[in-house]
């Protein structure tokens, strides 16, 4: 299984961006994908899931502000995230994992992206 983000940058608060994961390997219809973020001297902490269903999960400081989605037929899967914070500054990591439990534990993912940075200061 291979995962490539890409879509980060530098954006100033309150701006948007959007992140992409293209994944091979493994058809998206058979596993949970996930975004995870991980800022300097913080632990990994848990963005958004979509489980094979297409059904959404997201963590309590990004609910309200980001969306995932996934194209099966594309294999990729998106992070649009908006209103952006200087807080939501971090690397961002795209996750894949079999089976739809746990899915906010970082443990529990098996298959990981490079990650890609975003950076929100004005």
């Known amino acids: 299984v291979q995962l490539v983000e890409s879509g980060g940058g530098l954006v100033e608060p309150g701006g948007s961006l959007r992140l992409s994961c293209v994944v091979s390997?493994?058809?998206?219809?058979?596993?949970?994908m996930a975004w995870f973020r991980q800022a300097p001297g913080k632990e990994r902490e848990f963005a958004a899931a979509?489980?094979?269903?297409?059904?959404?999960f997201y963590g309590d400081s990004v609910r309200d502000r980001f969306t995932i989605s996934k194209n099966n037929a594309r294999r990729t899967v998106n992070l649009q995230m908006n209103t952006l914070k200087p807080e939501d500054t971090a690397v961002y990591y795209c996750?894949?994992?079999?089976?739809?439990?746990?899915?906010?534990?970082?443990?529990?993912?098996?298959?990981w992206g490079q990650g890609t940075q975003v950076t929100v200061s004005s």
């Open positions: 996750a894949a994992k079999y089976g739809p439990d746990l899915y906010a534990q970082y443990i529990h993912y098996k298959d």
């Open positions: 390997g493994v058809a998206l219809n058979n596993v949970t």
């Open positions: 979509i489980w094979a269903s297409g059904f959404q």
